[in-house]
């Protein structure tokens, strides 16, 4: 079973998958900072980076530190969370939206 | 339980049919929670700006106090991480040492954010105060409560630990539990960007 | 608090509730103890996790709360028979038509529906017990317990009042400052956590305790769509927990989502609440869909036309009712540009729905149909749901919205869909499973008395209310004039609403009269049935099935009782012993522990509320130093049970 591989590879070893999430989520905190604080960029652009940027953060979680993919059931633990992404994009820019009545937001 | 097929270097927690449809099934809660927690979110960002006479966000959010409880959250989703790597290469010792060492961070993390919440109420920004603090501190203590209930669950997975060493029920709920640690996590960091980051710079 | 003030005083018609209810109680305590009924009560039913017990135990909470929204609806109908009548006041009238709608959609739509899916779906796809089976329990529960809070609050501190969508500022502290909408809250709120159990547990039980030989294409249309129904409840309960909170922050602790002052947004819960809202009609419409196709399938005797059709017509159904919700408030004045968003979302829901309609219509064309009870709801839901759907059509479009919003236009609207969509399904998913739950089918003469004259009474009841509110009669109002020339169809409605509690009546006499004098089932297939849960013996043993069955297509059982026609004999297989899970009793105590929470934090007594919650935690805790495996049915009892059926 290929997932089954991936289980055995990260155990015994050094645990590098933590590591480097962890690092790679340091620098995406720290960048995110400078963005806000140092960029110089219009509150728009600002918000749409660091946004980006804690969805990969929150990616890196999944896949380095929870093994999203690593159980037999990946399919249905990915889709799971893809849908919920779905949903809370839905609920939030809908929300946003609805609530702002026609008046430009921001 | 029936006998079910896994290779040796299966993970306990996976070895058994119930270990696997809990995973599972924690997986599709973790779904539910990101609903939950993106209908707190939506609320929140609606009700920005809406401060009616009380302070604004800008005037109180204190940007070391904030990275100081973003970092301990974030090394104790590392620590937890590691010891899920203890527990699949058999040490119940680096199990207590890394889960300890979480709830450590974990407890710390808690301790920041109960003096912030509480310097805020000082500072005249407390839950009646207006709409944009009702809905901060809902959406941070939603969080916060959550992170309670979180150490509340693993100390009592911990005693369970020392009562019965390392078994597929027992990695079961280690795993469990840190799948909900680490989700924590991954709540906090949209929280610091949308609440904090956002607050300060706007 | 004076005692007057805690139970509600002052109303003939609630002094008559109180009798009854202490009666009732009285009654039920000593039959249990004359009859030495206590211990079979408790280690039968109040601590079972058998999917099958808890599904009829949800069924009977579900009749009950219909009985008690129908009640609510009477009262209403003798109310607004003529002009200005004075059989109810304005408040009273209130409370009605709130308890009324809550409770038809949360407590008898829902746990109808999931009490069905409860016995049905785990015996379809050939599966020995759900997923968590200590969670089912705490399911039904947590859902009881948050019925019964909601319940009481018509003798005990008064009933909520601001409708079911409870809109605020009428739901906020100063419009409603009694302790009737806090019952409201709590009680959904609590009902709310087992219905989001119910939707994880089925979730998996369906992905992966089906038989290993049933593919995802080969599951029953009615497993699907329980499936697809799993994963809206998953998604939507809990933006309906947060709403709910955040409300119950607002009126218990004083912050400010949806007040008036300082900064909050009273519009802000109508969108909150819808978006949970309008997938929930999808919540309660498709198993409903799913059990009419099980139903047209087998009385019309082919198997369903278009399943891949169907399927996907569901799974797109699943994404877009996320995506509809503002059409409950296009008079809210989002502006143009979100009005159309959402009207064409709207109109393209309608799409998957109508395919559905043709998958059955052709599922019915050259078939050999049995007009069975169940057959005959399934028939009448056709015509009568295309009325409603194409009126909701009507009432997509945001411009045209103005004028049906608040009137008896769209009360007659979501009335056909979701009597002829949701309350047939259920009597006809009643009448097609009861031999499963009880070994005996109900009459079908009685039953056929109560289909008419319930169908002629729904037509008569609702058609009108169409055209009343075309002639611009508003919703919720509690009387009107002679002037407003509205009496002739309200009389109308009214005696079509007392023939639909007559076909009510029928039915529950129907069940009584079919416990004493309807043959018992011998063979476990009545209807000759296509699906995998009329392959059981009768009764259904407890652990379900003693060879786990095998799926080759869909209508699995079809296609083994063909072979078997076809002269292949069954194999005998030694039977194996059968690992089944262990009662409890936790669930049924952590949810009194809910209730008195729940209770305590209606009326802010806050030692009640702390005391309730640590006994919940308590629960979890002994819960989870619980290492109960269960245990293993022998062999020789297999063989006892094989025997006998």
Known sequence: MASNNEQTNSHSHFPWSHVVGFGLSIVLTLLALWIGFYSGFSLTTIMVIVVGLALVQATIQLLMFMHITESEDSTVQVGTILYAVFIAVAVVAGTIWVMSFGMHYM | MEAVEHSPNTPLEYQTETGRLNILGFWIFLGAEIALFSTLFATYLVLVGRTADGPGPAELFEISGVLIETFLLLTSSFTCGLAIHYMRNHSLKGVFVWIGITLALGLGFLGFEIYEFVHYIHEGAALTTSAYWSAFFVLVGTHGAHVTLGIGWIILILIQLKQRGLTPDTSRKVFISSLYWHFLDVVWIFIFTAVYLYGMVM | ?645
């Open chain 3, 1 to 645: 608090m004076r005692l007057d003030e805690f139970f509600v005083t002052g109303d003939p018609l609630i002094y008559g509730a109180d009798v009854s209810i202490a009666l009732t109680l009285i009654g039920a305590i000593f039959a249990l103890t004359y009859f030495k009924k206590w211990k079979w009560l408790w280690s039968e039913w109040l601590t079972t996790v058998d999917h099958k017990k808890l599904g009829i135990m949800y069924i009977i909470a579900a009749v009950l709360m219909l009985f008690r929204g129908g009640v609510d609806a009477m009262l209403m109908r003798a109310q607004l028979t003529v002009p200005d009548a004075g059989f109810l006041d304005a408040k009273h009238y209130n409370e009605i038509f709130t308890t009324h709608g809550t409770i038809m959609i949360i407590f008898m739509a829902m746990p109808f529906l999931i009490g069905l899916i409860n016995v049905v779906v785990p015996l379809q796809i050939g599966a020995r017990d759900v997923a968590y089976p200590f969670l089912n329990a705490v399911s039904f529960w947590t859902f009881f317990m948050g019925a019964m809070l909601f319940n009481i609050s018509f003798v005990i501190g008064g009933s909520p009042s601001a409708g079911w969508t409870s809109y605020v500022p009428l739901a906020g502290l100063e419009l409603s400052p009694g302790v009737g909408q806090n019952y409201y809250l709590l009680g959904l709120q609590i009902a709310g956590i087992g219905t989001l159990l119910t939707g994880i547990n089925f979730l998996v039980t369906i992905l992966k305790m089906r038989v290993p030989s049933m593919k995802l294409m080969q599951m029953p249309i009615f497993t699907w769509s329980s499936l697809i129904t799993m994963v809206i409840i998953i998604f939507a309960f809990p933006v309906l927990t947060v709403a709910l909170a955040l409300m119950t922050f607002d009126r218990l602790f004083g912050s400010h989502f949806f007040t008036m002052m300082d900064g909050g947004m009273p519009m802000l819960w109508a969108n909150l609440f819808w978006i949970w809202g309008h997938p929930e009609v999808y919540i309660v419409i498709l198993p409903a869909f799913g059990m009419f196709s099980e139903i047209i399938s087998t009385f019309a005797r082919k198997t369903i036309f278009g399943y891949k059709a169907m399927v996907y017509s569901m799974v797109i159904i699943a994404g877009l009712s996320f995506l509809v919700w503002v059409h409950h408030f296009f008079t809210m004045g989002a502006g143009g540009a979100v009005n159309s968003f959402f009207s064409i979302t709207t109109m393209l829901i309608a799409v998957p729905t109508g395919v559905k309609i043709f998958n059955w219509l052709f599922t019915l064309y050259k078939g050999r149909i049995r007009f069975t009870t169940a057959m005959l709801w399934a028939l009448a839901f056709i015509p009568n749901f295309v009325i409603g759907g194409v009126t909701g059509v009507m009432l997509a479009m945001a411009a045209a919205d103005y004028q049906y919003h608040n009137t008896y236009f769209l009360v007659a609207h979501f009335h056909y869909v979701l009597i002829s969509g949701t309350v047939y399904a259920c009597f006809a998913g009643l009448y097609f499973w009861y031999p499963k739950m009880f070994n005996h089918r109900l009459n079908e003469r009685l039953g056929k008395w109560s289909f008419w004259i319930f169908v002629a009474g729904f037509n008569l009841c609702f058609f009108p209310m169409y055209f009343l509110g075309l002639a611009g009669m508003p919703r919720r109002v509690y009387t009107y004039g002679v002037a407003d020339g509205w009496m002739s169809m309200n009389v109308l409605a009214t005696f079509g609403g007392l023939l639909m509690g007559i076909g009510f009546l029928i039915l529950v006499y129907n069940i009584y009269y079919s416990f004493r004098y309807s043959p018992r089932e011998t063979t476990g297939d009545p209807w000759d049935a296509r699906t995998l849960e009329w392959s059981t013996p009768a009764p259904v043993p407890h652990y379900n099935f003693a060879h786990l069955p095998e799926a080759k297509g869909h209508d699995a059982f079809w296609i083994m009782k063909e072979e078997i026609k076809q002269g292949k004999k069954p194999e005998k297989k030694p039977y194996k012993p059968i690992h089944m899970p262990s009662y409890s009793g936790v669930p049924v105590v952590m949810s009194v522990f809910f209730f008195i929470a729940g209770f305590g934090m209606v009326f802010s007594w806050n030692w009640m509320s702390i005391l309730g919650l640590i006994g919940v935690l308590a629960t979890m805790v002994i819960r989870s130093f619980d290492y109960d495996k269960g245990f293993y049915v022998s062999v020789e009892e297999i063989e006892e049970h094989e025997k006998t059926t």
